[in-house]
């Protein structure tokens, strides 16, 4: 016997909180974009991620890659934060309580409504200490100058501290495949910096499989 | 509100409402007072009519968890609210974005199909009897985009589906 009165907490169901049409809003008149729940949200133009990109580029150099990935660091350790907050808040459950299917919808919905394209979790390396994250449509990918080697480092930095924060381990992140040099999609692996640093100089030569391969010692 | 109503509401400084286009208001209002009489329906017998399909459920699912039955019927239970709020605006692209991927991701994570084609056919038996043909008329649309967003579709019926 199921008492269905019993399965409301407050009478509420929670739905899928970063639904587009209902996390997004916009006040037209004062020219303002929010979140559902009152903050403030930032509409980036392509020509000003262009800027940034090409300004690092000019006045750092290849230094320009580890700005960008501290940058990111930065923007995830803000961004796990909120997410945190807001993903609490709504399912009135801790992130850490959360079945993992309902965490990563949450992630990929809130990937997706913040305009930074699709996310999938690769869990198949997990047993070996590494987590790779799948990239689909990134605007940071497309609108990078483009190179022999990945550019995403603000989104290795963003997943390097959103995930570092979520374990409770200093993870660092790499990324092996880019959408701007004609892969399927962005691949990021996510481990400790002791593990992934041979991996740095393998990004130039070797496909994704290979370092995978080699990063968990199955040669 | 139903996209059509909204984009007339955008044409103030461009000119007046076509004949059509006031018709699909006037439409919508006449039919504001029946919407309503429905959601309230659909709000007071919520209990009801989810106890009536939960318990018929685990008598046709015998096999199934307690667990698996649960998430299933709190899923469905959030679909009827997003469809009579649907209903009450006239707008199904309002219930598809709201359950569009996520309901669908969450069935196929969960290998939960069986127990959602189960409870959708239990759900819509328990409607048949609940609503009058004028209400059902107004919630069977939403429900239908409901269920497309996340209930496999049947095959056309088609030569090489048969084997032929």
């Known amino acids: 016997m199921i008492s269905v009165a019993d399965l409301l907490v407050n009478d509420r169901i929670p739905g899928s909180y970063f639904a587009t049409d209902a996390y997004v809003r ?4 004062m020219g303002l974009l929010e979140n559902r729940q009152g903050d403030r949200l930032i509409a980036l133009p392509e020509t000003l991620i262009q800027a940034i990109y090409s300004g690092l580029d000019k006045e750092t150099g290849q230094a320009s890659r580890l700005v ?3 940058c990111g660091r930065w923007w995830g350790k803000n961004f796990y934060a909120r997410f ?29 409504t913040h305009g930074w394209g699709k996310v999938d979790l690769d869990q198949s390396h997990q047993h070996r200490g590494f987590l790779v994250v799948k990239g689909w449509n990134s605007v940071f990918a497309r609108l990078a100058l483009k190179h022999e080697q990945p550019v995403c480092y603000l989104e290795a930095g963003i997943l390097a501290a959103f995930f570092s924060q979520l374990t409770g381990k200093d993870l660092h992140c790499i990324q092996t495949t880019c959408e701007s040099m004609g892969a399927d999609c962005n691949r990021f692996v996510l481990g400790l910096a002791k593990r992934l640093e041979p991996a740095e100089t393998m990004v130039t030569n070797l496909a994704h499989d290979a370092i995978m391969q080699a990063l968990c010692g199955e040669n | 509100m139903h996209p059509q109503i909204e984009s007339a509401f955008n044409e103030a400084e461009n000119r007046y409402l076509h004949p059509e286009e006031l018709g699909v208001i006037t439409q919508y209002v ?20 989810m106890q009536q399909v939960a318990d018929q459920l685990v008598k046709t699912l015998p096999g199934e968890t307690t667990e698996a039955l649960e998430r299933s019927i709190k899923n469905a239970l959030l679909v009827m609210r997003y469809c009579a709020m649907g209903m009450l605006l ?23 199909e069986t127990v959602d084609s189960a409870l959708y056919e239990l759900l819509t038996q328990a409607l048949n009897q609940s609503l009058t043909p004028q209400q059902l008329s107004f919630f069977n649309p939403m429900l239908a985009a409901a269920q497309a967003e996340f209930l496999p579709q049947d095959q056309p019926l088609t030569a090489a589906a048969l084997g032929w």
């Open chain 1, 26 to 29: 916009s006040d037209l008149e």
């Open chain 1, 68 to 70: 960008l990935f501290n």
């Open chain 1, 84 to 112: 945190c907050a807001e993903v609490t808040d709504y399912y009135g459950t801790p992130l850490s309580n959360m079945a993992m299917v309902e965490f990563m919808q949450a992630l990929q919905q809130c990937w997706i």
């Open chain 2, 30 to 49: 006449e039919s504001l007072p029946k919407r309503m009489q429905t959601y309230c329906t659909l709000r007071d017998k919520e209990m009801t009519i």
């Open chain 2, 90 to 112: 006239n707008n199904e692209a309002f219930v598809k974005e709201r359950l569009h991927t996520w309901m669908g991701q969450s069935m196929k994570a969960y290998h939960s």
